[in-house]
């Protein structure tokens, strides 16, 4: 039968057949036992038919079904039943049993099913199958794959044939000098799979074969290691794009303004509701434009965000200066009314904004496994970090923020508006705290609580790297993400959070200023 098989699945497509022919084999997987249906099941593939794959599928997802007073089986049942030949509704319904199935048939339609997509002209297609022959590595595939492999021009469909060609040599009775190839070629693969699928044959290979596959194993572990490091040090750079986003802002008002902002976390959770806000209307009333809700929300969250900052310190903290602890509680107080406000309006459950299509899934870079939603925000992240150091060093209204930062009253002097540059700067600090609530509605849940989630980490952040210093709060960002995602499988996140505060008090008290500590009014108070 694999002979047939192979002669089918060589030709340039797969034929469709008489439904005279079709019908008869489809209904034939319905009686006898389970042997029998084994062999039905064969003979229907046999025909090469691309239908048969669908029926053989059905069979294998237990959904197919034979009524019983005509023998035809269908596939689904009820209102959802289809004539396997048509594709159409059955002309007439009747009382229908489900086909049963046992392991031993799963197995033999998994390998029929991938017998039949193998020779597929669709690229997916024939992936999928030359998984499915790797995770059940049959040696009846053998002889079908190498045909396969021959005309396999696609260069990863024909590494995961490779693949599954050594699995399968392993587990027969090849010769050794063929086994020692599959060892070279899964060593060469490299991942977790290769490594269960080398553990799994060392007890029962030769003995002249033990120690090369034992070498393949330890390089790959190895391998996996690095690769392990890797991830942790990708993980930590991904929390702390996200820090730095929550932080940047509140880096540039602490400096200038030298205002601890409790309501800074408020702003972030703003710019996450505003991001929901926008995509509600969009799904509501323009459904197309789903994908462009973010590019939609960057703008209107920063702008709702810098208002709110800018009213914020015209009302409230313009009246506080100079008053550390009165400037925290106020601003302490301001966000609880945000928050409940927010639980007004919005209620108090988590609010889901989904994923645009070019922000989900994942893709592999070597051994890492990179989500598209943390590659992105990564990109962002540093956008926006350029964009506020081009905004300080090249802009008037950057320079006038520098001035007040190096020395007030000098800056004052010079005919600088300090009331305005403040102002601005808790506006422009608030602003890019909502641009953070944008990338945030993509990783985690908006809720009225998001906020406080980091305003904490923010801080460490901003304390850590120097106060006012974005170069600072880049590396105290990284640094503490890093630090966190490699103690994490360690010590638990809980704990995790705890060392890095201890670590940081502990640096603290030898750089009270940080890494990068400014010159000027930051130093002298």
Do not use: C
């Not at 490699?486 to 010590?491: D, G, M, Q, R």
């Amino acid at each position: 039968m694999l002979t047939v098989l192979t002669l089918l699945f060589t030709g340039p497509a797969l034929a469709q057949v008489d439904d005279a022919i079709f019908a008869p084999l489809v209904d034939a997987l319905a009686p006898g036992n389970f042997k029998d249906r084994e062999a039905a099941a064969a003979a229907l593939a046999a025909t090469g038919d691309p239908r048969a794959v669908r029926v053989l599928q059905t069979l294998l997802d237990g959904e197919l079904y034979v009524v019983k007073d005509s023998g035809k089986v269908l596939l689904g049942a009820g209102d959802k039943a289809v004539d396997p030949a048509t594709g159409n509704p059955p002309a007439e319904l009747g009382k229908a049993d489900k086909v049963k199935v046992n392991n031993g048939l799963r197995r033999a339609l998994r390998t029929l099913i991938g017998q039949m997509t193998l020779m597929s002209e669709d690229r997916a297609t024939r992936l999928s199958a030359a998984q499915s022959v790797l995770r059940d590595a049959d040696p009846d595939n053998l002889e079908l794959l190498d045909t396969a492999l021959a005309a396999e021009a696609d260069a990863e469909v024909k590494a995961t044939m490779e693949t599954a060609r050594a699995a399968i040599v392993l587990k027969s009775d090849g010769d050794a000098a063929e086994k020692a190839a599959a060892i070279a070629t899964l060593k060469a693969r490299g991942g977790r799979d290769s490594v269960t699928l080398l553990t799994s044959v060392l007890a029962a290979s030769p003995d002249e074969l033990k120690p090369q596959i034992q070498s393949a194993i330890d390089a790959l572990n190895q391998t996996q290691a690095a690769w392990g490091v890797a991830q942790n040090v990708w993980y930590g750079i991904s929390l702390g794009s996200v820090l730095l986003l929550a932080a940047i802002g509140l880096a540039i008002t602490f400096g200038v303004m030298g205002v601890i902002n409790m309501a800074h976390g408020e702003m972030v959770m703003l710019g996450a509701y505003t991001t929901f806000t926008v995509q509600e209307i969009i799904r509501r009333s323009f459904p197309a434009m789903l994908d462009w809700s973010l590019a939609i929300a960057l703008p209107l969250a920063f702008l709702v965000t810098a208002l709110i900052g800018i009213a914020i310190e015209r009302g409230i903290i313009r009246w506080l200066y100079g008053r550390a602890l009165e400037t925290l509680l106020a601003t302490w107080g301001l966000s609880l009314i945000i928050q409940q406000g927010v639980r007004t309006l919005y209620g108090p459950t988590n609010k889901e904004v989904a994923n645009p299509s070019w922000m989900s899934g994942s893709f592999d870079l070597g051994g890492l496994s990179i989500t598209w939603n943390r590659f992105w925000i990564v990109l962002f992240a540093i956008a926006v970090f350029l964009a506020l150091l081009a905004v300080l060093n090249r802009t008037p209204l950057g320079l006038q923020m520098r001035a007040v930062t190096s020395n007030r009253r000098m800056a004052s002097a010079m005919g600088i508006r300090t009331p305005f540059v403040d102002a601005m700067t808790f506006g422009l600090g608030s602003g890019i705290a909502g641009l953070a609530g944008v990338a945030l509605s993509q990783i985690d849940n908006v809720s009225p609580n998001l906020g406080q989630n980091y305003i904490i980490d923010s801080f460490m952040v901003v304390v850590f790297g120097g106060v006012g210093n974005l170069w600072g709060t880049l590396v105290g960002a990284l640094s503490i993400g890093v630090a966190n995602k490699f103690l994490e499988p360690y010590a638990g996140a809980v704990v995790a959070k705890i060392l890095i505060l201890i670590l940081i008090i502990l640096f603290i008290q030898r750089r009270p200023r940080g890494l990068f500590a400014l010159k000027g009014r930051a130093v002298e108070q």
